[in-house]
Structures are given as structure tokens and as C-alpha cells.
């Protein structure tokens, strides 16, 4: 594992050395050898390298030029020039990477066979051959499909294929480890032709620095650079290649040297003659400090053994976008672009690049610089979301930094002092976003002195972990636990390591195997088919694995998952086996106790997601001349089986291992972690994890391993969140269940159903549960009967619950045993009135397509949710519930009359009064509905008897609101209509409004019952009062009606309504518009049958109307004192003209105008002091 290394630098924080000019002393010896250009013509047929290519190869990318200069005393011009010429970058991949984001070509393997593939292909003479050159124009070709965050060719990755492919590139000139060209940018509609000078300088095939005339201010390499760099690449035969200028210099006579530095200075006067004239002086004078250096530097003469061997990177670059983007951190784009940097990150370590740590550190001071931090902790505020997951992928990428198998001790050393630095900062985020963690350490599950003293050593606390699992503790001192930051992890893993023997054994061979004699003594290292176990703390045997991946270790990672996977295997058969021992006693408790604090769900390392990734890169397919950048629409991937070695019957592959560890890992049985974030993270893991399950198209060996791990963790008893006895506050497995089942459906459709019907419950929402059977994690919180507070996510769970039953209902369609089990699944799990409504009407949508008959037994389905419904919401509020009614009925008409008469009978139970009427009755016995039903008449009167019965019962329980409706409804049955009548005499004196028994009234007369609508209009005129200032009551046009219908009646009616009249209505002008319709026809014009009409009009000096006069005029002199109490001058005028009214109503009586004199002139006596209105008053009326 160690060949092919490129060490990172020994220090995270070490800025990047500039541009080398190390002094160069010895001169190569001259001698005969290929002139400038020769030997780098293309061979057109495939031969063998040279063994100078193959050594100038191999010391051009790991020995820094100086070295090989120390190392030999002479060194022949051919051997420089091999050595100069292989010291370039040789793969695209590596220029892509830093001039776009997420570069990675598919299906590619680790970066270091990617190397040695491309290093391989050289002709004798040193240029690629024509079949590799292909093969390298391909797949930049590929590359520059798609690059950077972007589209189009505005990727400069994509520009610089474009403009080295249309020529725009010239002037190309190599000089040591200096390379330089111009790069021509063409003319544009906006913009005119413009050339750029390129310089670039690379050592050790790497580049080191960059300059370009464009002023390009970005993290990665611009087009122009692009464009060179490729040139060099893919026309090495084109480029003039010369020594260091140092050696070319050395060949120079005194003349020749002075006429070079002459010519120099005239062509470029302008620019380097200053400083000519400065070195000139310096060098004339003895004491100069250059006289007292050795040489004289050299920038074409390649790096200085201490150079740090590392790409170019522009720190200041990365340190101004990543702060640019946070600032930009309420929109969508810049968490995008962090991702992508990060991406990036991820990328170089792959690469082996050192750029990768440096790159991550620049991004983590700009972090913990973030400005919110702080603001975010005065005011005592979590941060978003968004803000989280890029936190918890920092932490994560500095485990993986940290973990990296082959990074030096001082290296480590000086990452973890940083690490602890941040960590300790008072802004630091924490681990879990909320309060401190108490999940395990990353190595507090195995110390590594274990490690060291041997298996057994670990054994009881394996054992803990994965037979006995945890108990959750029913108390612990929140000021105990220690303070864990989103860095805490990644400290602890700095103190991992890879030396032991079994695990180098794992990671470096496919064919570690113990003996079968050993196998007793070593069965803590191998299982019994003698393949290797790892018994570590899940998460961190995961991290291992995800920072041998990331680091471009992909067999070796590879060959440690499925140890690991071999090891979870046991220990899932050890649980079993327990579960059985204890499974009389548990399923008697019914709940357990028994539960795992850390969930591998959701959890910071993410060890099941990364176990997925590692596994199912293997068996990828893909064409190996795309590129995922990024860019473009996301293809789903195409996955083939990939025998693994060793496996027990031969048929098992890296890709049903990933089926089987993934199905372990969502089916833990788990504690719900503590915090909104930790919560709603596990939710937002277990979804990303099923989207990756979904992508796998299920072949018949994928099928059996989804069959085996159904049915084990069905049998797993409190070790799993399937198993029949789990923790009350177990995460539920609705969502996973889901793809299970719908997974299963096509292959197994029993054991589809047992798994998803297992899966509805929800403990922490059940009422009863015994004291003794329920641990309270971290805080010894009290258990809430209906809702957990602790839960923040439990709506989100419980809709999950929903589309796991909606689901089910939806398969179940036509089998009515399997229908009647959900369904008392549903009634029995599910405590959401508004889930269970969505429910019904899902499995009516279901049931009643429009193109097919409808299914009748999914419709009693829904009929029966939706009756439960409205008994769970019968006496709570619910904005929807007229709505959820509505639906019933609809439902019951398409079940049909015996459903429409079933919640007619038993509407009390279902139904207020006011609904049962007003909705349920009114629409069960509208036209539209007989129709629907095509019902005959005996059917039609068996309807309308039970809405009869159902109008009085509601009638008598709730005569206000029912009333009316129950006359309606009782209309054609004189016996019904009779009763319900009655019913509204006998409730008018104590519970009905003035308004209830005027509407009634106006009812009565319409349907042609006047005498019936006057005693109710009398029995609602004792309940009102209109006061004297009340003139635009509502009740008023029934009190105008009322009246008229008694004056239409005749003189006895209109007798006995005005007493009522006037000892209500206190209104002054009302009052008197009564009078005036009184007197303006004769009384009795209804036409009553029996009744005599005499036609005169009714005299205002005679019963009844006298009395209405009186009441009348007492009115307006009381309303005239009341106004003028308060009155103001802009009310002067409307005053005057009451007055007229009342003048026009006082005149009605025989001395009327004597009357009103007198009330002018005491107004005049008592309000003289208004001397304007009274004023108008004389000017009015004298």
C-alpha cells in the first residue's frame, strides 16, 4: 500500500511554497546526446519503453531535481532531458480536478492504478504511443463534458479543451521545469480578440505555480491554463523542450553572456532595467549579501529538496469564496457551492493529493470565523439546517482526514492540536446541535490497549455491545456528560491506528483465512467458515473503512467491510439466540427495556451509508469514458453482481452484502436520539439510504438476501425495531418498512404483509403502558399519554405511518382478508384523526376509479376510517370536521342504503345534532342522491322514515339548531311534521332566540301555516328588546314583519301582537313605521277562511292602535331627551329632522299638535343653553 504514496506536507497549516528559484551550482557535464527537440517524436507503432524512460519516469515524479543533482556528480544531457520532460503532470485528470468542481470519471478505479495506467504508455522514445494518446484524448474528451458547478462551456475545464482544440494555443516553450505559451481568446460579440501569456511551473508531476495574463482571481485554474497544460499533455512532440537556463547559460563565453544580458535589458527596458541596475550594483560591490550566497537562483531549475511537493493552490482564493458563500448562507446556491467544495476535498483525498487536508483546514478557519457563530450563541438560537449538514460534513471529512493509513506522526500531531483548538472555542457547534451527547466515544467502544493485549480482551464489551446491547438508564446528570463539538470525533480518531496484525492481514488480502484446526481458538478473529472478523464500535470500524476509501484505498476498503459485515452476521445469529432464551418473559412485559443508545442512522459517521458506498462501487457499471461533475441530469446507476471471494455457498456478491448490511442497519432497534436536529437528521439518513436501496433492481439473488434479513429481523426479538417486543421509545421502521414491503410484494406476499403490519405500530403514542417496563433515557422524562414532547418529529413520523398503511390498503385491493387485517392495523396504530381521514379518502380514490367498477370492499374500508373519524373527532375541534361529514355521506351513498340507513340509526355516535340535520339527513335525502342510489319507493320511504326520526331525536336534544331542519325534513309526513312542531312550541319559552323562532315563523308562513307563524312570530317578540337607539337592528324587518302578518290576519291578531310591540321595541322610529303601516289598510286582508273583513281602516284614537300611539310618542320624547345629552353641533341638522318625524306621529293624535307645542316649548325651557339649536328649533317649528 505504501508505493505509489505522495506524502501530503508535514504540516495541515503550512502555506504553499512560491515558484522555486533554488541556486543552481554544478553545471551538467556537456556531452554528446540528442539535440534541442529530438528523441520526442511519436512512435506510430506500439514499442516497449526505454530503460531510461521507465528510470526518468520513476525518479521524474518522486526525486525533487536538486537531490538527483547531489545524488551524481555527472549527469548526461539525455538523462536531464528525460528527467525534465516526464516532470510534467501526465494526467487530465488531475488538471480537471483543479479547474473544476467533482470531477471523478465513473467506474474508475483507485487513483493509484488510474496512475500507473497513464504512466505506462510511453513509447522508447518517450512520447505516448498512438493507442494511448487515443485513450487520453478520449477521455479528456469525456472530461470535458461536464466540469465545475455550472453549464455550458463557460466550465473552464470545458473552455480550455475548447480553446487548445481550436488552435488557440502557441508559442509553446519549455524550458527545465518552466513552461510557457500564449493562449489566444476569440473575438466575441461583446468583447475583441485578446492574447494571454501562460506560465506555468510544475516539479515532480505536479504544478506549482501559475500565471496567466488574464488576472484570473479564482480557486481553480483558468481556461488559458487549462488549455497549456493540455497541450503539454497531448503534444508533447510539438513542444520545444530545453534545459534549465541555468545549463544553457553555462555554456556561454563572457561576450556571449554580456551580449544575452545587453539584448535582454533593450528588449524589455522598460520593465528590467531598474532592476539590472540594482543586481549590477550588488554584484560590483564585494560586501553585497549576493555576493555572499553560492550560485545564483534559477526558476527553470525545478524545486529544492525542501519544497513541499504539492499542486498549486490559491489560499487566498479558497479563504475569500468560502467566506463569500457563508455569507450568502440563506440561499440555496451557496450551500451548494460549499458542498461542492467539499466534494472537491473528498476528491483530493482520493487523488492522494496533500492539497486535500490544506484545503479543508483554509475551509474550517473560514468556518469557525463565521461571524453567526457567535450571534447564534448570545442569543442563545440554533443555527438552520442547511448550516448543520455542512458542519456535520466538515467533522466528518476530518475524520476521514485524520484516519488517513499512511499519513506521517507529525502530520497527525499537528492536526490534532488544531482540531483541539477549535474544538475548545467557546462558538464551536456541538455535536448534536442542542445539548451534550451521550453516545460513545469513537475509540471509547475498543480502546487501543485492547487492541494491544489481544482479543480476548474486548470480548465482555463486544458482547455488550451487540447480545446484551444497552439498557437505557432512567436518569443521568446532564452536567456529567462532557462537551462534544462536531470536531470531538475526529480528535478520537487521531489516536487510531493501523498497525495491528489482523487488521493488515484483512486490508491487504482476499485470501486471509484461518486454518480449520485454529479455528476454536481464533473464534474471536474468524467466524466459523475461518473468514476474518473485526470486532470494533461499528461507527468507527465504518470510519476506517470510509478513510480508506477516501483516500483512494478502495480494495482495501473493500476487503475491511466485509469483515465487518461477517461480523455483524455473528452477532445478529448471538442475538437471535438470546432473544429465545428470553422471549417467554418479554413477550408477557410486552414492552422491553432493552435498546441501543447509538443509532447507526442518522448518526455523525454514517457508518451504514458509507458501508452501501464502499460495496456497491465495486459493482458499478458504467462507462468509463463519463464524467460526473456535477452538471447535467443525475442517471441512476446500473449495478452488476461481483462474486466475493470466500463466501459460504459461493452465490454471494458485493452487492446482495450491501442489500444485507444496509437491511441491518435500518432495522436496528434504536432509541430516538435526543434535539430537534438529531431527530429530524434521522429521519432525513434513514429516507436518503432508502432512495439508494430504490436505485438496486432486485434480481432473484437480491430477492433471497431481501427474503433472509426480512425474516431474521422479524425473529430478532428487542435487538431489532422489527422484532415483536421493542422499547416504547424505539424509532419506528415505518419509512424502511415501506421499501420492504414494497420490495417483498412481488416475491413474498405474505411475508411482505407480516413485515409491514408489524411495522404500523407506534409505542410512544399508547395510553397504557406499565410502569415497570420503561426506562427514561438521558432526563428521566414523564411519559405524556397521547403526546411525547420530547418527539419534535413525531408528525413527521406519524404521516410516514400513513403512507406505510396507504400503501398496504392500495396492494390489498380486492382480497378481503387482507383488507379487514389492515384496516384493524390502522384502527388499532394510528392515533391521528387527520391521518386517518387521508387515509380514507385514499382508499376511496382507490376504490372508485372512473374507468372500472368500483371495489366494494376497499369502499366499506373507507367507509369504516371514515366512521372512526368521526368518532375521534365527534367532541374535539377540527377546522375540517363540516368537511370530513361531507365526505362520509358521499362515501356511504357509494357503499349504498344499507350504509346511508346505518348512519342514519346511529347518527348520536357519529354526528352533532346540527350535522345530522343540516348535512347528513338534508343530503341523504336530496334528489341528486335517490337518483344515484336508482332506490324504488319502498326504499325511498324507508330513507326518508329514518331521516324523519333522526330530525325529531335531533330536534329534541338540540331544538335551536335542529328545528327547522327537522320541519324541512318532516314536511311530507303530517304526523312527523306535527310532532316536530310541537317540539318547537314546547322549546320556544325556555332555549330559542328571538332570531330561531322568527326564522321558523317566516318558514310556517311560507308553507302556508299564517295562524301557526303568528304564534311563534308573538313567542319570539317576548325575547327581544330593540332599544331607543337601536334604529338598524337587524331584528327590525322581523318585528315589521310580525306586525304585518298580524295586521293581515285581521284586528284580534294585530290586538294581541302591539302589547308584545311595545313592551319590546323601545325605537322611536320604528315604532312609528309600525304605526304607519297600520293605519294605511284595513286589518284582515289574508283572506283567513271564517273570517269576516269589515275593510275600514283602523282608527289611532281606538284599541289597539291608541296604545301603539301612546308608545310611540313616549318613545320620541325619550329618544329627543337622550340625543340632546349628548348632542353635537354637526348633529344639529339630522336633530331638526328627527323632530319633523316626531311632529308627523304626534299629529296622528286628535290633540296632537297641542302635545307637540308643549314638548317644543320644554325643550326651548330645559336645553336653552344651546342657543343655536335652539335656534333651528324656533326657525322649524316656532
Known amino acids: 500500500m505504501a508505493e505509489g504514496r505522495r506524502d501530503p506536507p508535514l504540516h495541515p497549516l503550512l502555506s504553499l511554497p512560491p515558484a522555486s528559484k533554488r541556486p543552481c551550482l554544478r553545471p551538467a557535464p556537456r556531452g554528446p546526446g540528442p539535440g534541442p527537440g529530438s528523441g520526442l517524436s511519436a512512435s506510430r507503432h506500439r514499442s516497449p519503453e526505454s530503460l531510461l524512460d521507465c528510470a526518468a519516469k520513476a525518479v521524474a515524479e518522486k526525486w525533487a531535481f536538486e537531490r538527483v543533482e547531489?545524488?551524481?556528480?555527472?549527469?548526461?544531457?539525455?538523462?536531464?532531458?528525460?528527467?525534465?520532460?516526464?516532470?510534467?503532470?501526465?494526467?487530465?485528470?488531475?488538471?480537471?480536478?483543479?479547474?473544476?468542481?467533482?470531477?471523478?470519471?465513473?467506474?474508475?478505479?483507485?487513483?493509484?492504478?488510474?496512475?500507473?495506467?497513464?504512466?505506462?504508455?510511453?513509447?522508447?522514445?518517450?512520447?505516448?504511443?498512438?493507442?494511448?494518446?487515443?485513450?487520453?484524448?478520449?477521455?479528456?474528451?469525456?472530461?470535458?463534458?461536464?466540469?465545475?458547478?455550472?453549464?455550458?462551456?463557460?466550465?473552464?475545464?470545458?473552455?480550455?479543451?475548447?480553446?487548445?482544440?481550436?488552435?488557440?494555443?502557441?508559442?509553446?516553450?519549455?524550458?527545465?521545469?518552466?513552461?510557457?505559451?500564449?493562449?489566444?481568446?476569440?473575438?466575441?460579440?461583446?468583447?475583441?480578440?485578446?492574447?494571454?501569456?501562460?506560465?506555468?511551473?510544475?516539479?515532480?508531476?505536479?504544478?506549482?505555480?501559475?500565471?496567466?495574463?488574464?488576472?484570473?482571481?479564482d480557486i481553480f485554474y483558468c481556461a488559458h491554463v487549462v488549455a497549456l497544460s493540455l497541450y503539454r499533455i497531448r503534444k508533447p512532440e510539438q513542444v520545444k523542450l530545453r534545459l534549465p537556463i541555468s545549463e544553457t547559460l553555462f555554456q556561454m563565453n563572457r561576450d556571449q553572456?554580456?551580449?544575452?544580458?545587453?539584448?535582454?535589458?533593450?528588449?524589455?527596458?522598460?520593465?528590467?532595467?531598474?532592476?539590472?541596475?540594482?543586481?549590477?550594483?550588488?554584484?560590483?560591490?564585494?560586501?553585497?549579501?549576493?555576493?555572499?550566497?553560492?550560485?545564483?537562483?534559477?526558476?527553470?531549475?525545478?524545486?529544492?529538496?525542501?519544497?513541499?511537493?504539492?499542486?498549486?493552490?490559491?489560499?487566498?482564493?479558497?479563504?475569500?469564496?468560502?467566506?463569500?458563500?457563508?455569507?450568502?448562507?440563506?440561499?440555496?446556491?451557496?450551500?451548494?457551492?460549499?458542498?461542492?467544495?467539499?466534494?472537491?476535498?473528498?476528491?483530493?483525498?482520493?487523488?492522494?493529493?496533500?492539497?486535500?487536508?490544506?484545503?479543508?483546514?483554509?475551509?474550517?478557519?473560514?468556518?469557525?470565523?463565521?461571524?453567526?457563530?457567535?450571534?447564534?450563541r448570545q442569543q442563545g438560537t440554533g443555527m438552520t439546517d442547511k448550516c448543520r449538514q455542512l458542519w456535520d460534513e466538515l467533522g466528518a471529512l476530518w475524520v476521514c482526514v485524520v484516519l488517513n493509513p499512511h499519513c506521517k506522526g507529525e502530520e497527525k500531531s499537528g492536526w490534532v492540536k488544531q482540531l483541539k483548538k477549535w474544538s475548545d472555542m467557546d462558538v464551536c457547534p456541538l455535536e448534536d446541535g442542542n445539548y451534550g451527547s451521550e453516545l460513545p466515544n469513537i475509540t471509547n467502544a475498543l480502546p487501543q490497549s485492547h487492541l494491544a493485549q489481544g482479543p480476548h480482551a474486548h470480548l465482555q464489551h463486544t458482547r455488550s455491545m451487540f447480545e446484551g446491547t444497552e439498557r437505557v438508564p432512567c436518569s443521568t446528570d446532564s452536567l456529567s456528560r462532557p462537551r462534544r463539538t462536531v470536531f470531538s470525533r475526529a480528535v478520537e480518531a487521531c489516536s487510531l491506528h493501523w498497525q495491528g496484525s489482523h487488521l493488515q492481514r484483512i486490508i491487504s488480502s482476499d485470501y486471509y483465512m484461518s486454518a480449520s484446526y485454529h479455528r476454536d481458538q481464533d473464534r474471536l478473529l474468524f467466524n466459523p467458515q475461518g473468514l476474518p472478523l473485526w470486532l470494533d464500535h461499528v461507527p468507527t470500524a465504518c470510519a476506517r473503512v470510509d478513510a480508506l476509501r477516501s483516500h483512494g484505498y478502495s480494495r482495501e476498503a473493500l476487503r475491511l467491510a466485509v469483515a465487518i459485515i461477517n461480523t455483524l452476521r455473528l452477532l445478529q445469529q448471538r442475538e437471535m439466540d438470546i432473544y429465545k432464551h428470553q422471549k417467554k418473559e418479554l413477550l408477557q412485559r410486552g414492552l422491553t427495556t432493552t435498546t441501543n443508545l447509538e443509532g447507526w442512522v442518522g448518526h455523525p459517521l454514517d457508518p451504514i451509508g458509507c458501508l452501501f458506498a464502499t460495496l456497491t462501487e465495486t459493482c458499478r457499471v458504467d462507462d468509463d469514458s463519463t464524467m460526473d461533475t456535477g452538471d447535467g441530469e443525475a442517471r441512476s446507476p446500473v449495478y452488476q453482481h461481483v462474486p466475493v471471494w470466500g463466501s459460504p455457498d459461493g452465490g454471494e456478491s458485493y452487492l446482495t452484502l450491501a442489500l444485507e448490511v444496509t437491511l441491518m442497519g435500518m432495522g436496528q432497534q434504536r432509541i430516538m436520539p435526543e434535539g430537534l436536529y438529531a431527530q429530524d437528521k434521522v429521519c432525513r439518513n434513514e429516507e436518503q439510504i432508502v432512495a439508494k436501496l430504490q436505485e438496486l433492481e432486485l434480481d432473484e439473488l437480491l430477492v433471497q438476501t431481501l427474503r433472509k434479513q426480512a425474516l431474521q429481523l422479524l425473529e430478532a426479538g428487542p435487538f431489532s425495531g422489527l422484532g415483536e417486543v421493542i422499547h416504547r421509545e424505539s424509532v419506528p421502521m415505518h419509512t424502511f418498512t415501506k421499501y420492504l414491503f414494497?420490495?417483498?410484494?412481488?416475491?413474498?406476499?405474505?411475508?411482505?404483509?407480516?413485515?409491514?403490519?408489524?411495522?404500523?405500530?407506534?409505542?410512544?403514542?399508547?395510553?397504557?403502558?406499565?410502569?415497570?417496563?420503561?426506562?427514561?433515557?438521558?432526563?428521566?422524562?414523564?411519559?405524556?399519554?397521547?403526546?411525547?414532547?420530547?418527539?419534535?418529529?413525531?408528525?413527521?413520523?406519524?404521516?410516514?405511518?400513513?403512507?406505510?398503511?396507504?400503501?398496504?390498503?392500495?396492494?390489498?385491493?380486492?382480497?378481503?382478508?387482507?383488507?379487514?387485517?389492515?384496516?384493524?392495523?390502522?384502527?388499532?396504530?394510528?392515533?391521528?384523526?387527520?391521518?386517518?381521514?387521508?387515509?380514507?379518502?385514499?382508499?376511496?380514490?382507490?376504490?372508485?376509479?372512473?374507468?372500472?367498477?368500483?371495489?366494494?370492499?376497499?369502499?366499506?374500508?373507507?367507509l369504516e376510517l371514515g366512521l372512526q373519524v368521526m368518532r375521534m373527532t365527534l367532541s374535539t375541534l377540527n377546522w375540517r370536521r363540516r368537511e370530513m361529514v361531507r365526505w362520509l355521506v358521499t362515501c356511504a351513498t357509494e357503499v349504498g342504503l344499507r350504509a346511508l340507513v346505518s348512519i342514519l340509526q346511529g347518527w348520536y355516535t357519529l354526528f352533532t345534532p346540527t350535522e345530522a340535520t343540516s348535512i347528513v339527513a338534508a343530503t341523504v335525502m336530496s334528489h341528486n342522491t335517490i337518483l344515484r342510489l336508482s332506490l324504488d319507493?319502498?326504499?325511498?320511504?324507508?330513507?326518508?322514515?329514518?331521516?324523519?326520526?333522526?330530525?325529531?331525536?335531533?330536534?329534541?336534544?338540540?331544538?335551536?339548531?335542529?328545528?327547522?331542519?327537522?320541519?324541512?325534513?318532516?314536511?311530507?309526513?303530517?304526523?312527523?311534521?306535527?310532532?316536530?312542531?310541537?317540539?318547537?312550541?314546547?322549546?320556544?319559552?325556555?332555549?330559542?332566540?328571538?332570531?330561531?323562532?322568527?326564522?321558523?315563523?317566516?318558514?310556517?308562513?311560507?308553507?302556508?301555516?299564517?295562524?301557526?307563524?303568528?304564534?311563534?312570530?308573538?313567542?319570539?317578540?317576548?325575547?327581544?328588546?330593540?332599544?331607543?337607539?337601536?334604529?338598524?337592528?337587524?331584528?327590525?324587518?322581523?318585528?315589521?314583519?310580525?306586525?304585518?302578518?298580524?295586521?293581515?290576519?285581521?284586528k284580534n291578531e294585530l290586538a294581541a301582537i302591539i302589547p308584545l310591540v311595545v313592551k319590546s321595541v323601545h325605537c322611536a322610529t320604528v315604532l312609528s313605521d309600525i304605526l304607519r303601516r297600520c293605519t294605511m289598510t284595513a286589518p284582515g286582508l289574508a283572506g283567513i277562511p271564517g273570517r269576516r273583513n269589515s275593510g275600514k281602516l283602523m282608527s289611532t284614537d281606538k284599541a289597539p292602535l291608541r296604545q301603539l300611539l301612546d308608545a310611540t310618542i313616549s318613545a320620541y320624547i325619550n329618544t329627543t331627551h337622550s340625543r340632546l345629552t349628548h348632542i353635537s353641533p354637526r348633529h344639529y341638522g339630522e336633530f331638526i329632522e328627527f323632530l319633523s318625524k316626531a311632529r308627523e306621529t304626534f299629529l296622528l293624535a286628535q290633540d296632537g299638535h297641542i302635545q307637540f307645542a308643549q314638548f317644543i316649548d320644554n325643550l326651548k325651557q330645559i336645553y336653552k343653553g344651546k342657543k343655536k339649536l335652539m335656534m333651528l328649533v324656533r326657525e322649524r317649528f316656532g
Request: include cysteine; hydrophobic fraction near 40%; proline fraction near 5%.
Open 70 to 217: 547531489e545524488r551524481f556528480e555527472r549527469i548526461p544531457e539525455p538523462v536531464q532531458r528525460r528527467i525534465v520532460y516526464w516532470s510534467f503532470p501526465r494526467n487530465e485528470k488531475e488538471i480537471c480536478m483543479y479547474s473544476s468542481f467533482q470531477c471523478r470519471v465513473a467506474g474508475e478505479e483507485s487513483p493509484a492504478a488510474a496512475t500507473a495506467t497513464s504512466g505506462s504508455g510511453g513509447a522508447s522514445s518517450g512520447a505516448p504511443t498512438a493507442a494511448s494518446a487515443a485513450a487520453t484524448t478520449t477521455t479528456a474528451a469525456a472530461v470535458g463534458t461536464s466540469g465545475a458547478v455550472g453549464t455550458g462551456d463557460a466550465l473552464p475545464f470545458r473552455r480550455g479543451i475548447k480553446l487548445l482544440e481550436t488552435g488557440c494555443v502557441e508559442n509553446v516553450l519549455q524550458v527545465g521545469f518552466h513552461l510557457s505559451g500564449t493562449v489566444t481568446e476569440p473575438a466575441s460579440p461583446s468583447e475583441p480578440e485578446v492574447t494571454h501569456k501562460v506560465a506555468i511551473s510544475f516539479d515532480r508531476c505536479k504544478i506549482t505555480s501559475v500565471t496567466c495574463g488574464c488576472g484570473n482571481r
Open 257 to 376: 553572456l554580456q551580449k544575452l544580458v545587453q539584448y535582454l535589458i533593450t528588449a524589455h527596458h522598460t520593465e528590467v532595467l531598474p532592476t539590472a541596475q540594482k543586481l549590477a550594483d550588488e554584484i560590483l560591490s564585494s560586501n553585497s549579501e549576493i555576493n555572499q550566497v553560492h550560485g545564483a537562483p534559477d526558476p527553470t531549475a525545478g524545486a529544492s529538496i525542501d519544497d513541499d511537493n504539492c499542486w498549486h493552490l490559491d489560499e487566498d482564493q479558497v479563504r475569500e469564496q468560502v467566506k463569500q458563500f457563508l455569507s450568502q448562507g440563506g440561499y440555496y446556491g451557496s450551500g451548494k457551492q460549499l458542498n461542492s467544495m467539499f466534494a472537491k476535498v473528498r476528491e483530493m483525498l482520493r487523488m492522494r493529493d496533500s492539497n486535500g487536508a490544506r484545503m479543508l483546514t483554509l475551509i474550517t478557519e473560514q468556518f469557525m470565523a463565521d461571524p453567526r457563530l457567535s450571534l447564534w
Open 937 to 1050: 319507493y319502498p326504499q325511498r320511504e324507508e330513507l326518508a322514515s329514518c331521516a324523519r326520526t333522526l330530525a325529531l331525536q335531533c330536534a329534541m336534544k338540540d331544538p335551536q339548531n335542529c328545528a327547522l331542519s327537522a320541519l324541512t325534513l318532516c314536511e311530507k309526513d303530517h304526523i312527523a311534521f306535527e310532532t316536530a312542531y310541537q317540539i318547537v312550541i314546547d322549546a320556544a319559552s325556555t332555549g330559542m332566540t328571538y332570531s330561531q323562532l322568527f326564522t321558523i315563523a317566516r318558514y310556517m308562513e311560507h308553507r302556508g301555516y299564517p295562524l301557526r307563524s303568528f304564534k311563534l312570530a308573538s313567542l319570539a317578540m317576548t325575547h327581544l328588546n330593540l332599544a331607543y337607539n337601536q334604529d338598524t337592528h337587524p331584528a327590525i324587518n322581523d318585528v315589521l314583519w310580525a306586525c304585518a302578518l298580524s295586521h293581515s290576519l285581521g
Open 742 to 862: 414494497s420490495a417483498l410484494l412481488p416475491h413474498d406476499t405474505d411475508l411482505a404483509y407480516k413485515v409491514a403490519l408489524r411495522a404500523m405500530r407506534l409505542p410512544v403514542l399508547e395510553s397504557s403502558v406499565g410502569s415497570g417496563d420503561v426506562g427514561h433515557p438521558h432526563h428521566g422524562i414523564s411519559i405524556v399519554p397521547s403526546r411525547y414532547p420530547r418527539w419534535f418529529t413525531l408528525g413527521h413520523l406519524e404521516s410516514q405511518q400513513c403512507e406505510l398503511a396507504s400503501t398496504m390498503l392500495t396492494a390489498a385491493k380486492g382480497d378481503m382478508l387482507r383488507l379487514r387485517t389492515v384496516l384493524e392495523a390502522i384502527q388499532k396504530n394510528i392515533h391521528s384523526s387527520s391521518l386517518i381521514y387521508k387515509l380514507a379518502q385514499d382508499a376511496f380514490k382507490i376504490a372508485t376509479p372512473a374507468d372500472s367498477p368500483a371495489d366494494i370492499t376497499l369502499l366499506n374500508v373507507a
